[in-house]
């Protein structure tokens, strides 16, 4: 056979072909031989697709899987793109759009069924170099003299191949972004369900392979906020929590997030953690490594850079958690205490939630379980507030300067587990001076620091003062 071009050329992604100039009259005879050898084409296309099928499944393995999964649906795609390419070659003006849109629709189809890119361009010049082989050896067969007018259209030819396979890329592109937003969204989405509480029951399941969690697992959440400003995985600082799973949740409209740690997988349990999602709003911190940023607002964790953990035991409880978080300077972060099951996620988030604002304004992390008389106050702040108006109403009332002498000697003498030695050191004062203000406080409240009941309150009263006052 013939050839009188190369069979691959180079290929740039987004190019397009430039509109053909006005041909001088010369090239009527060139037009017309390629006409007739294009009209022989049409005329034996049903054969022309089997053999480019059977070519594809040789030289392509990806496509050889496409046959074996679906044969018709791409023989039906090539004889559909044979017949409107070929045509084009007749009639431009009338069938060229039309092949291009097939072409936009077979780079679509590709990738929704994960056929990779660069198959699926080979295809394309396999396909472009068998029609132009089939011109050649048409013309040669029956008209030998006029097969040397065939090179005046070469470059034609492989141009209009060069625009088919970018027209197919930048669809296969387009269409290859949507379905990782529409994947990133849905896990996005069964996340948010899971921290909610509304996911069904019936479709744990499913989130828990899409998920790679196990549905029995021993979780905790944590919440986390950071400084006004403060992106979630930014510089030195950013968000870690070492040696354990994390599918962290980031909020659109605030600094941080929620993480929902995997402490543990009962045993005997059909699921098993599943494969990390990379770059998208969901992630995996494995450990050691910090998250890099991705998706969402201001990334991911993405399981790159260290060691999957493996399963930890029932000793991994939410200190634990608390002690291998890394967070900035001045973030609050309140954990969750341990729940079984990701059915019970949406309890832990609300829990999460109490253990934030437990949390000191200045910042820390705070254990739900090591502080549950202030997460009393805070879950009910108007009763809060009404006790600590109650109880402290005279020591809030002293001048500024005073009052708040009074409220730090109370708060670290409580601290200090009743003790005033251990209070003066703290406070930088004599022992006897501690014991003064803390009498005048009894006289001012008309609580005895001696008498337990007393002392529960003013504690429950200083919490809500420092937790709830504006």
Partial sequence: MQHLVPAHVRYRPGARSPAPAARPALDAEVLAVLHRAARALLAGLPELGERLVDLLVEREPAYRAAVEADAESVRDEVRRSLRLNVGSLIRPGALRE???????????????????????????????????QELVDETTRRHPADARLLVHVAADVWNFVDDHCAVAADAYRQTERELMWRRENRLRLMTAALLDGTARIADLPATAAALGLPGQGRYAVVLVRLPAGRAFADGPGRVRLSGLRTLWYRDRDSEGGYGIVLLGERSGGGDRPGRDHENGPLGTDPGPAPPPGAGGAQGGADGRGGERPGTHGPDVDAGEVARRLTVPPAARVGVSPVVEGLVAIGDARRLADTALRACPRSGGTVVLEEHLPAALVVSAPVLGAALSERVLGPLLRLDLSDRDIMLDTLTVWLACDGSAQRAAGRLYCHRNTVLNRLRRCEQLTGRSLTRPADVVELSLALAAHALLDP
């Fill in 98 to 132: 039309e092949a291009r849109r097939c072409s936009w629709a077979i780079g679509r189809a590709r990738a929704e069924g994960g056929l990779p890119l660069d198959a699926l361009l080979r295809a394309f010049r396999l396909g472009g170099g068998m029609i132009w």
